[in-house]
């Protein structure tokens, strides 16, 4: 059976009996519709609109009246059976009053193999399908559970393996996946219709059998058997597999109190069943209003253990069986009642379907194979070699190192495509080699600029330092300085190292710099220049020998007076302390001496061009003037004088445009000498510090001052000094030190005295990382 999507299928069955009472019941031939023509009951005047009602239609799926039980069992229950096969959710109820033929309809006989019920019927049909099923491999179970007075019972119980002797408390769980299920509700294993069977009457064996007024066999419990279905394709390798569940249930007498005459334990038995199919009508009920979106489906263990065996996903069909006297028909009406509301609830029903997740690994493992295989072919048949599979090896890997490293270089062309796994090695290998690159030239541009770790950042103490205790200007110079490093351009830096050497290419260098003097060294190239000397410019040629007036500069501006006597010039001093402490700031001074020195040459440079211009406008205006003196003289304009305007203007154009640029190269200029007077006075000022500290101080705190040095140098992160020339300046110091020494053994007291006429101490050595 194929979904079966729409409304619960509903029968109605009419126990046969002699005194049927054909003038109440009304069976249409359509055998569909039962017709309930009630008499009026004088004696119940409390019912008004029930005495007043005398007729009742019901149409259902169908009257089975007289049929045989294996009828009943191929209209009713058959598709719901193949349907469980297929994997849908099946469920047969039975509904009635005590003794209406419920478990007659159910169980049927046990006696007779002709009047055998719906269950053995429906275990005898899933084993016929299972042998013709082939294509498929199918597992059984079986579990029959009774509710009794609102209690779970295991009707299996008795089967149960060794492992589980006692009787497991029972509960209603729910899972995502697998549904609603019986915790602790024995599931047993079947492999054939006997074995299954065997389960059955062992299980009609424990059930409750209460002895009843109506008939004594009657059952007082619910009974819900239960057959668990699991299928797997044995054709596809697939990982799917479906499961069903085909519940067969034997409700309980739903006849009044009242009618059965109950006392004691029977009473309390008939509440109990009263209130759960009241209950399971509600759910009912519920179940048929679209518009309810809450079941109470828990209020029972009846209608919790049904929850999704009651329309939902699930084939539902519904048995009502009836007692065809005219003493039972309220019980028929009410029964009847119950049958037509079932028939709203509308099912769409659905195929239990399944991932088995060690199956399809498997599958999926089977596919790649499968796949590699096809590959493998394809490759074969245009003649390609074929794709390796597995993760490269360390051999291969080594191979595309090389490949890569040569391709780098320039001595392999290019590299051959393989597989995917290559091209992903390739990318990551060239993503090392950009890194390791990245690291490389980082590194040079450190060794460069002398720059430790710390000065990688543009913000280390010593440039900090720098540029927060100064001016404005010391501010800018700080942070022309910075902008150099920042701009990482060790040719431009080169550049300026070796000025003496390449001007020429170090202006060209500069000229990258910015677009300005981009433009400055490009106008500079194109135009000869005549060799006319501005007087600016012979001052401008002296300016780069202010360098070695520094240290004299520093002698008259001094605060402490050089002390002729020193075994050590003040001068000599100076040249250490720029080899040595000062040599950042002298570096960092030397460099912007070079960008001003560059920036004149093309201030010189364009200074010529402009003046030609301007020698050509000049030029230019006393033709044209001479021109015009000649028109006025014979009253008209000639030719050659436009020609001559229009060169004017754009002489005129072009003077504007490098006059321009020139005094942009002045504020560079003026900006730039700046930078170097205050790196001057900055070095001089250090300089002046320095040599106070350590020429200038008691004997007894050199030792002291040399530590503070040393901490200071670490301090500033200046950068150490070329260990080559490390052993020299220690050696040197050590020297002046004895000489010293010997030279000046003086008391503290004249030592004191004479502090601060020039007296010294020798100073540190310089610092060293
Ligand atoms: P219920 O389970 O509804 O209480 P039962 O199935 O036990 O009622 O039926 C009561 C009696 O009526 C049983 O003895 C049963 O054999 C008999 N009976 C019920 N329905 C039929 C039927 N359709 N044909 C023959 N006997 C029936
Ligand atoms: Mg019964």
């Known amino acids: 059976m194929k979904a079966h999507s729409g409304e619960v299928g509903v029968f109605v069955r009419i126990r046969p009996t002699a005194n049927f009472s054909q003038d109440i019941i009304e069976c249409l031939p359509d055998g569909q519709t039962v017709n309930i023509h009630h008499k009026k009951d004088t004696k119940k005047p409390l019912c008004p609109r029930k005495i007043q009602r005398s007729s009742w239609s019901f149409r259902l799926e169908g009257v089975l009246q007289d049929v045989s039980q294996e009828e009943v069992y191929t209209r009713v229950c058959r598709r719901v059976v193949?349907?469980?096969?297929?994997?849908?959710?099946?469920?047969?109820?039975?509904?009635?009053?005590?003794?209406?033929?419920?478990?007659?309809?159910?169980?049927?006989?046990?006696?007779?193999?002709?009047?055998?019920?719906?269950?053995?019927?429906?275990?005898?049909?899933?084993?016929?399908?299972?042998?013709?099923?082939?294509?498929?491999?199918?597992?059984?179970?079986?579990?029959?559970?009774?509710?009794?007075?609102?209690?779970?019972?295991?009707?299996?119980?008795?089967?149960?393996?060794?492992?589980?002797?006692?009787?497991?408390?029972?509960?209603?769980?729910?899972?995502?996946?697998?549904?609603?299920?019986?915790?602790?509700?024995?599931?047993?294993?079947?492999?054939?219709?006997?074995?299954?069977?065997?389960?059955?009457?062992?299980?009609?064996?424990?059930?409750?059998?209460?002895?009843?007024?109506?008939?004594?066999?009657?059952?007082?419990?619910?009974?819900?058997?239960?057959?668990?279905?699991?299928?797997?394709?044995?054709?596809?390798?697939?990982?799917?597999?479906?499961?069903?569940?085909?519940?067969?249930?034997?409700?309980?007498?739903?006849?009044?109190?009242?009618?059965?005459?109950?006392?004691?334990?029977?009473?309390?038995?008939?509440?109990?069943?009263?209130?759960?199919?009241?209950?399971?009508?509600?759910?009912?009920?519920?179940?048929?209003?679209?518009?309810?979106?809450h079941v109470p489906f828990r209020q029972t263990k009846l209608t919790h253990a049904l929850k999704d065996s009651l329309g939902g996903n699930c084939n539902t069909v519904l048995v009502a069986n009836i007692y065809g006297e005219a003493s039972q028909i309220e019980e028929t009406l009410s029964t009847l009642r119950f049958a037509s509301r079932m028939k709203c609830i509308r099912t769409n029903p659905a195929v239990n379907e399944h991932m088995d997740p060690a199956a399809q690994i498997k599958k999926l493992k089977k596919d790649v194979q499968m796949l590699k295989e096809e590959l493998s072919f394809g490759n074969t048949l245009v003649d390609r070699p074929s794709v390796p599979y597995d993760p490269l090896s360390e051999a291969q890997l080594a191979e595309i190192d090389s490949q890569v490293q040569r391709y780098l270089e320039g001595s392999l062309k290019e590299i051959s495509i393989i597989s995917v796994s290559q091209v992903r090695a390739l990318f990551a290998k060239f993503k090392l080699a950009v890194q390791g690159q990245e690291q490389k030239v980082n590194a040079r541009l450190r060794q460069t600029y002398n720059l430790g770790e710390e000065d990688q950042r543009a913000d280390t103490p010593a440039v900090k330092e720098w540029d927060t205790r100064g001016s404005t200007e010391e501010d800018e110079a700080g942070s022309f300085e910075v902008s150099h490093k920042n701009t990482q351009r060790p040719s431009s830096t080169r550049a300026k190292t070796k000025k003496s050497k390449d001007k020429q290419s170090q202006s060209k260098r500069q000229g990258e710099e910015s677009p300005l003097s981009k433009k400055r060294s490009d106008s500079a190239s194109k135009t000869k220049l005549n060799s006319v000397q501005s007087p600016e410019r012979e001052q401008e040629l002296q300016e780069p020998d202010t360098e070695s007036q520094e240290p004299q500069e520093s002698q008259p501006n001094g605060k402490e007076p050089f002390h002729p006597d020193s075994t050590l010039t003040k001068a000599e001093a100076f040249d250490d302390f720029k080899m040595g402490r000062g040599s950042k700031l002298n570096r960092i001074l030397q460099e912007n001496k070079a960008v001003l020195l560059e920036r004149r040459s093309l201030h010189w440079q364009l200074t010529d061009k402009v003046n030609a211009v301007k020698r050509e406008i000049d030029c230019t205006a006393a033709t044209m003037q001479q021109y015009r003196e000649t028109r006025g003289g014979q009253g008209r304009y000639s030719e050659p004088d436009d020609t001559l305007l229009n060169q004017l203007r754009e002489l005129k154009a072009l003077y504007r445009q490098r006059y321009e640029v020139l005094n942009d190269i002045k504020a560079e200029i003026n900006y730039c000498q700046h930078l170097v007077d205050q790196c001057r006075v900055r070095l001089l000022s250090e300089f002046e510090k320095w040599y106070k500290r350590y020429f200038l101080v008691p004997e007894e705190d050199l030792e002291t001052s040399m530590d503070n040095t040393l901490d200071q140098c670490d301090d500033n992160q200046l950068p150490p000094e070329s260990s080559s020339s490390e052993s020299f300046h220690n050696a040197r110091y050590r020297m002046l030190r004895r000489r010293n020494t010997r030279s000046m053994c003086v008391t503290p007291e004249q030592r004191s005295s004479s502090s601060g006429s020039g007296q010294r101490t020798l100073p540190p050595p310089p610092p060293v990382s």
């Open 82 to 293: 193949l349907g469980a096969l297929d994997g849908y959710n099946g469920t047969v109820l039975c509904f009635g009053q005590t003794g209406a033929g419920k478990t007659y309809t159910m169980t049927g006989s046990t006696e007779s193999y002709k009047q055998r019920g719906i269950v053995p019927r429906a275990i005898q049909e899933v084993f016929q399908e299972v042998q013709k099923r082939t294509e498929h491999t199918f597992s059984v179970y079986l579990s029959y559970l009774e509710i009794y007075n609102e209690t779970l019972v295991d009707l299996l119980a008795s089967l149960q393996s060794s492992a589980h002797p006692s009787p497991r408390s029972m509960v209603i769980s729910e899972e995502p996946g697998r549904g609603v299920f019986i915790r602790g509700l024995s599931l047993h294993p079947v492999h054939s219709e006997e074995e299954a069977l065997n389960l059955l009457f062992e299980g009609e064996m424990n059930r409750v059998i209460g002895s009843h007024a109506l008939n004594r066999n009657s059952s007082r419990s619910h009974c819900i058997f239960t057959l668990h279905l699991e299928s797997r394709s044995r054709t596809l390798s697939d990982a799917k597999y479906v499961t069903s569940k085909l519940n067969l249930v034997d409700l309980a007498g739903s006849e009044r109190l009242g009618k059965t005459g109950s006392e004691g334990q029977m009473f309390k038995e008939a509440v109990y069943i009263n209130k759960s199919l009241s209950f399971l009508e509600q759910a009912i009920l519920a179940l048929a209003d679209r518009r309810r979106d």
